[in-house]
């Protein structure tokens, strides 16, 4: 729509040329004809450059390097071509082969001399004698050219053809692109950089050189027919009004703007108001418009240096598009995203990955066009409008020039591999760095002429001043950039790994079926662990439904912005809630889901908790065996461990070394100090969480490594991804368990690209799918409620309480608590170059940060037994940034903006958090199937705090919170209160009151993302049970359930530390069962442990004790 004012113009409403489009139209029906005319000119543009493909190409028979050629025939070199058995090209017409084979490329080279003269002529000609009629002239020079290129009797006259189109078209494409920016207001003129259809030409250019193959004279008159269309609309097209007005041209600059009023129905502007505009902008104008040479150009002092400024940054640009080598878009994400330093060194530690490797070189163009789009945009505002096409002649030349040298540095890889990777990694950095030394021109009016008065700036005040935008920024980028890269990124690993499926794989049998000895379904926190231990000694097919992490996951502070993307997040929803969550939309939690090697390991905030001893103790209890007991556990957690946390006289006989998965302290905790010296003042022990738990107060343990996320892929999968009895099946979604008719698992149908496919086991199929698909999957085989499968319409094989007892913790977050001094972490205030470089060089500083926890609190409730801590309490040290709450209301799914405009009073004050956690849940919900299809996702009821005493703990949880804020002298000292201001859906109680708290942890009411118990361990016999303690599926053989959902009752801390027990202890059972059968492989070859095995060996921990029979 068409932005108007609403009221009558005057001299103090329009002080530039930019009111008077804003007045006339902003962005209306003008606007965006001009938009679509001029930018559809980028698809002929697109013919000219890429046309040489198709017209100058070689065929491969003709290549004087084809040997078996030359050695059968070694008269090759004279021959000349067929027309009707080869491609027609200029090669094929004037046999341009052997000796002559220089010259098609010699022709490309002229063709982009032509580019560099072409930049400088029609630079001055747009300034000196319009816009209008230089665009005319360019597409005249360009038709002409390729016509004569298309009746060109001989090499030499179309090898002047195509220097006569280079010289056309340099000027066309930026040309066109700074007419329709002049027309543009401020907010829309970077639309005019990023739109242009150059992509659409290229794809375009391909179908017509198939139609056209046999012909290159006509496929080039045919290229040329879209040029025609400038004549065709040419009387339409106006005279940019900004140069009209520069050149003092003010009457035919008060009939384009009316023609431009009439066509966007708006207000007409005067004549007298247009010359108050230009007294106003240029004084008494720029009266030496047209004579102002490039000599000139440079003498002022401001324009050189803009000038120099964007020639380094286009020719930074025009390196990064070398397209020789396949590493040449490797950074390139630099010269857009000024975290380049710390993406550098990540993308480095994973280079060695073929997946990655390129979904990185196409993120390297994705970035290159981006940084084109922004380039261009910003050359465009940084020039005075009297000289706009001169600086776009000069940048120009300088990518031109550029361009010519570039390729060659990809040709140094050959003997030195390293220099393109450098190379490339330099130029992203220099033109980043070049960057910041230019003024911000978005949302400026445009500049009308050299030496505009105003207050002058010093580099170092315009460094300053983007460094500060950068940091403003910041939450910019988590949001909303980060979403967006981490999408491609997993569109990329996706079709790499759709074209690797197709290999055949040496595990198949002679009827064409895959044949494993254990087949493990899900490859994230449990199943990598299953997966790496039977692989040692069995021949192991993984099947993942998702592909490998992210790069983006190994950020910390990235956690909760790539929740819920497709591809990488299962995105599931839990049906609308009656008990809680009445602050989202609908009443609907979002359950993310890891969907990647991994799993949710990869995904999560990575703290490292187990749980207290009598959680493990109630599991030995319900299942009736001793293994489960705290003490029986902890070999396994130990061996799972390379622990570096919190060191304490007990650390040795609680932790581990050696193992998988590191394990340290949290780097970047916020407010830490103060959070153990309130729990001190209340009479709180410090603990070790992770030791012999009980209440007291303590730091974080977290599942990194050098301030980077450390999952189950990295300690598990990553160094066996050669290992030969591993089979690793990406993207694959497993969507039966085959049983015969005596309930023996044989196999699994699995769905991998759109294809599907079976595949066997010789020895036991194993669930490690998670919470929801482990009893998804059961209950499609057959294996669940008979009486839900009947109503489904899947046929009963074993009638199991599969999917109910659904557990999960909960959590709200109490806060703002407002603080008088600078002691929190605000991210638009303190993200800065030293953050990155914090995170790069030391693995230490906010990108470390786990959403803001600093610190744990665990509590027991007035109704907890035997002082068990029911409540535990993660101190969030960060403070009111700018978009905090858009970032809750789109990662948690609240409605109607709640969590904006709770927060909004609050921007940019220091504050801290208290997220609330319900350790032990009495509300139990349930997971049914929704329909037979395996691809529909199930129904999820967690009933969340449907049992009274639920909510009563939670209230307990936030006044405990209130108290170390508010009572103790330590927070006192910080001046901490809470905000005064009521959530808004509680604000028809009391503030404070039980009711508004109840009302408040009904309303704010969030998973913490650990759902357990859908496939619940217990004793056999039971009608609770779906798993025995040795994990069998009951009245089944050669089927287990190795993850979270076969825990019984929910420990009171995070759940993958748990489940990476479980996972360790499943695996233990299984090898332990095999082995004392005697059995071999079956499937594939066997390989010794690997060095990972051997480095945690079981020498390094206490053997576990069964009571029961493993064998069983």
Not at 366 to 385: H, K, M, Q, V
Not at 425 to 450: D, N, R, V
Request: glycine letters at 8%; charged letters at 20%; one cysteine or more.
């Amino acid at each position: 729509m068409a932005k108007s004012f609403t009221v009558t113009s005057t001299l103090n409403e329009i002080k530039n040329v930019d009111d008077i489009f804003e007045m006339v139209g902003g962005f209306g029906k003008f606007q965006v004809f001009i938009l679509i005319l001029l930018l559809s000119l980028e698809v002929p543009a697109a013919f000219l450059v890429f046309s040489p493909v198709f017209t100058g190409g070689t065929p491969t028979e003709w290549q004087c390097g084809n040997e078996t050629i030359l050695k059968s025939d070694p008269e090759f070199c004279s021959y000349n071509c067929s027309l009707t058995s080869h491609h027609s090209t200029i090669v094929s017409e004037w046999n341009l082969i052997c000796d002559l084979g220089w010259v098609s490329d010699f022709i490309t080279t002229l063709q982009m001399l032509g580019m560099f003269f072409g930049n400088v002529l029609t630079g001055q000609c747009a300034d000196w004698y319009g816009r209008r009629w230089t665009l005319l002239g360019n597409v005249c020079v360009l038709s002409f050219g390729t016509i004569m290129s298309a009746v060109s009797t001989n090499v030499f006259m179309y090898a002047v053809a195509r220097l006569i189109c280079g010289i056309g078209f340099s000027g066309y494409i930026f040309l066109s692109m700074t007419y329709a920016m002049e027309f543009m207001t401020p907010d829309w003129r970077s639309i005019c950089s990023s739109v242009g259809p150059f992509g659409e030409g290229i794809m375009l250019l391909g179908v017509l050189g198939y139609y056209f193959q046999d012909s290159w004279r006509t496929l080039l008159l045919v290229s040329a027919i879209p040029y025609s269309l400038i004549f065709i609309i040419f009387p339409l097209l106006p005279e940019s009004p900004r140069w009209l007005l520069r050149t003092k041209k003010v009457e035919e600059a008060h009939k384009v703007f009316s023609y431009i009023a009439r066509i966007n129905q708006t207000s007409p502007v005067t004549i007298e108001t247009l010359y108050k505009v230009a007294d106003l902008d240029g004084n008494s104008g720029d009266q030496n418009v047209k004579k102002i040479s490039y000599v000139q150009f440079f003498k002022n002092k401001d324009t050189r240096f803009t000038t120099l400024c964007l020639m380094a940054i286009w020719s930074a640009w025009a390196v990064m598009c070398s397209r020789k080598k396949s590493l040449a878009g490797f950074m390139t994400g630099a010269a857009v995203f000024l975290c380049a330093l710390a993406i550098l060194q990540l993308f480095l530690d994973l280079s060695q990955e073929p997946t990655i490797v390129l979904a990185l070189c196409l993120t390297g163009k994705l970035f290159a066009a981006a940084a084109r789009a922004s380039a261009r945009t910003l050359t465009g505002e940084s020039f005075p409008t009297s000289i706009r096409n001169m600086g776009f002649g000069m940048v120009g030349v300088s990518a031109s020039l550029v361009g010519l040298v570039a390729p060659q540095l990809a040709y140094l890889g050959s003997r030195w591999p390293s220099v393109p990777l450098f190379a490339f990694a330099a130029c992203s950095l220099l033109g980043a760095s070049i960057s910041f030394l230019l003024k911000e021109t978005k949302g400026q009016p445009m500049i009308e002429e050299i030496n505009k008065p105003g207050r002058k700036l010093s580099i170092i005040s315009i460094v300053a001043a983007n460094l500060r935008r950068l940091s403003t920024g910041g939450a910019w980028f988590t949001s909303t950039v980060i979403p967006l890269l981490v999408l491609f990124l997993a569109a990329s690993s996706y079709y790499v790994d759709f074209i690797k499926s197709t290999s055949s794989d040496y595990f198949r049998n002679d009827n064409g079926v895959d044949l494993f000895d254990f087949i493990v379904v899900g490859g994230g926190s449990a199943g990598a662990i299953v997966a790496n231990r039977l692989s040692a000694k069995y021949s192991v097919l993984l099947l993942e439904a998702g592909g490998d992490p992210h790069p983006f996951s190994y950020f910390p502070t990235t956690s909760l912005v790539t929740l819920n993307l497709p591809i990488i997040d299962w995105g599931y929803k839990t049906v609308p809630q009656k008990h809680a969550c009445f602050a989202l939309r609908n009443k609907v939690c979002n359950w993310p889901r890891g969907k990647a090697l991994g799993g949710s390991s990869v995904q999560n905030i990575m703290l490292y908790l187990r749980g207290n001893p009598e959680d493990f103790n109630q599991w030995a209890e319900m299942t009736g065996d001793d293994s489960w007991s705290y003490e029986n556990v902890i070999p396994f957690f130990k061996k799972l461990e390379d622990y570096h946390g919190y060191e304490t006289p007990e650390s040795a006989k609680y932790h581990g070394k050696g193992g998988p998965m590191h394990i340290e302290k949290l780097r970047f905790a916020p407010g830490l100090e103060h959070w153990l010296e309130a729990g001190k003042e209340l009479g709180y022990d410090q603990i070790d969480a992770n030791g012999y738990q009980r209440v007291g107060f303590g730091g974080m343990d977290v599942t990194m490594k050098n301030g980077r996320r450390f999952s189950t892929y990295s300690g598990y999968i990553k160094p066996i991804l050669d290992r030969r009895n591993l089979k690793i099946y990406r993207y694959a979604e497993v969507t039966k368990i085959h049983l015969d008719h005596t309930n023996t698992a044989t196999g699994v149908t699995y769905m991998r690209h759109g294809v599907t496919r079976e595949a066997k086991v010789s020895k036991e199929v194993i669930l490690s799918a998670g919470s929801i698909n482990s009893p998804k999957l059961l209950m499609l085989s057959g294996i669940g409620p008979r009486d839900h499968l009947t109503e489904i319409g899947i046929e009963t094989l074993v009638d199991l309480p599969v999917g109910k007892n659904l557990q999960d913790h909960i959590f709200s977050v109490v806060g703002p608590f407002l603080l008088n001094k600078q002691e929190s972490f605000v991210l638009d205030r303190d993200t800065n170059l030293k953050t990155f470089s914090d995170f790069l060089f030391n693995g230490s500083g906010p990108i470390v940060s786990v959403s803001g926890v600093s610190g744990l609190g665990l509590f027991s409730s007035s109704i907890s037994e035997n002082n068990y801590p029911d409540i535990y309490i993660n101190p969030v040290g960060v403070g009111v940034h700018a978009s905090l709450g858009k970032e809750m209301d789109q990662v948690f799914g609240f409605s109607s903006n709640t969590m904006e405009k709770y927060y909004a009073p609050h921007i940019g004050k220091d504050a801290y958090f208290a997220s609330v956690n319900l350790g032990k849940t009495k509300s139990v919900g349930e997971i049914k199937l929704q329909s037979s299809n395996p691809l529909v996702y199930p129904h999820i009821d967690p009933k969340y705090l449907s049992h009274p005493d639920d909510v009563r703990v939670m209230v307990e949880g936030v006044k405990a919170a209130l108290n170390i804020y508010e009572n103790t002298t330590t927070y006192k000292k910080l001046g901490a209160k809470l905000a005064p201001n009521k959530f808004p859906l509680c604000e028809a109680f009391e503030f404070r009151s039980d009711e508004y708290w109840e009302c408040f942890v009904r309303s704010y009411t969030l998973t913490v993302y650990h759902p357990c118990g859908t496939c619940s361990m217990g004793m056999e016999g039971k009608s609770s049970s779906v798993v025995n303690s040795q994990l069998r599926v009951v009245n089944t053989t050669n089927l287990r359930v190795i993850d979270a959902s076969v825990i019984p009752h929910i420990t009171n801390g995070n759940l993958n530390a748990p489940t990476m027990m479980i996972g360790e202890k499943g695996a233990e059972m299984v090898l332990s069962y095999w082995e004392s059968r005697g059995e071999s492989s079956g499937g594939g070859e066997s390989q010794p442990s690997s060095s990972l095995d051997d480095d945690v060996s079981d020498s390094t921990v206490e053997k576990p004790v069964y009571s029961v029979d493993p064998r069983k």
